[in-house]
Every structure is written in C-alpha cells, then in structure tokens.
C-alpha cells in the first residue's frame, strides 16, 4: 500500500498541531498522522500501485493546493509506501525508485548536496564503499526528520545525496539560475554547497589563491 507524504516532522506533538492546519486550511481533512521509523509524516490517500491514475492524479492535486498565496506541497509531497516497516519506507530515499513513483516526465532533475567517498576520487575498499553508504544512508535520515525531501544514491565508488525532485517548469536550460522555479532558488538557498564528505570542496583556478567553494549541482535522476 502506497500514499502521499505531505511532510514529514520530528514529535507527535508539532504532528498534531501541523495536521490540523492541514486538515483546515489545506482543505484536506482525510489527511492523517503516521508513524515512521523514528520520525512521523502527515499523510493522505490510500493506493495499492504508486503508478496507477488516481494516485498520480491526487498527488498533482495536492502539489498544486494554495495555502495564503503559496505552494507548500509542491516540493515535499511524494508518493512513498504507506507500511511502517522501516525496509520498505526507506527504499522510497532511494533515487532510482523516483521516476517509477512520480513519472519520468516531473522527476528529471535534483540537486547534488554531498557526496561521501574517497577525497583522492579512488576506488574504495569493500569496507570504505559500506562506511560511506551507511554515512549517506544515515545522512538522508536526518535530513528527512528535519522536513526536507532527501534521497540517496548508491554509486560504485560513492554516494551522493540530492535534495528534491524537479521537472522542466522548474529548470530551463536555455537559462541556467536565471530561469529557475521559485522552489528550485530556495533548495539553492537552502543548501548552496555542493559537499564532500560533508566539507566544502574548492575549486581553483590558474591564478586563484583561494577559489571558490563547489556549489550544489542540478543533476540528471537515474532511470533506474
């Protein structure tokens, strides 16, 4: 069973408070509060196959709901699996499970916040390539907790983590920053750097004594 995570929150108590403004003023009243893992969503609708028509269609829906003039769905709501079982709900942060759940025509690209591997970019030991999963793994966790979409993808010599899912009205490449969505600028915002290991990484230039720190990147989501 699948449904729509509206956002996620850290305390049963702020969840309570969160759903009932939700409930009112988001018009949405069938929208509930559930326990995952360690962490609590606000959630909405029930469906067996996140492919089939009436999910796609309420999760459009409630993306494009206006609540005092702004969208606050639009970037957190996401199709991910209504079961509390920790294995289940966590393949849902996996990015390569992204396209099969929202469509390949919204989820195109996302935004590159760190990455965990080796500093010298060289291939790492069966163990060093476990550690840096479980560091990435355990970085989207918290993400998650404090409310922001985070999703990990596991490569063969690191892992990365992105921030948020966006599709072709979010980002023209004809006009790269200049012609970003409103919600693509604030994930910029919000997290500007591009990661390693969770420390900046500069970039130099001939001449440059200092560069300039990696910002965070729009990346293309895998098909699988």
């Keep these: ?124 030991s069966p163990e060093e390539l476990k550690e840096f999963r479980k560091t990435a793994e355990d970085a989207v966790k918290r993400l998650r907790a404090e409310g922001d979409e985070a999703y990990y993808y596991h490569g063969p010599n690191m892992s990365i983590i992105t921030i948020g899912v966006f599709g072709p009205e979010d980002y023209d490449e004809r006009r790269p920053l200049v012609g970003d969505s409103a919600r693509l600028k604030a994930a910029r915002e919000k997290f500007p750097l591009s990661l390693v290991n969770g420390m900046g990484v500069r970039l130099r230039s001939a001449g440059q004594a200092e560069g300039t720190l990696q910002r965070s990147q729009l990346v293309a989501i895998p098909d699988e």
């Design 1 to 124: 069973m699948w449904t729509i995570s509206l956002m996620s929150v850290s305390d049963p108590l702020s969840g309570r408070e969160l759903l009932e403004q939700v409930r009112d003023k988001a018009g949405l009243p069938e929208a509930r509060l559930e326990r995952r893992g360690d962490a609590y969503v606000i959630a909405y609708g029930r469906y067996r196959d996140p492919a089939m028509p009436e999910a796609r269609a309420d999760l459009q829906r409630v993306r494009s709901i206006v609540v005092e003039g702004e969208l606050p769905f639009m970037q957190a709501a996401m199709l991910a699996p209504a079961s509390a079982d920790s294995a289940t709900t966590f393949d849902a942060f996996d990015l390569r499970t992204v396209k099969a759940r929202v469509g390949s025509e919204v989820a195109v690209y996302t935004l590159q916040v760190n990455a965990y591997g080796r500093p010298d970019r060289g291939k790492p």
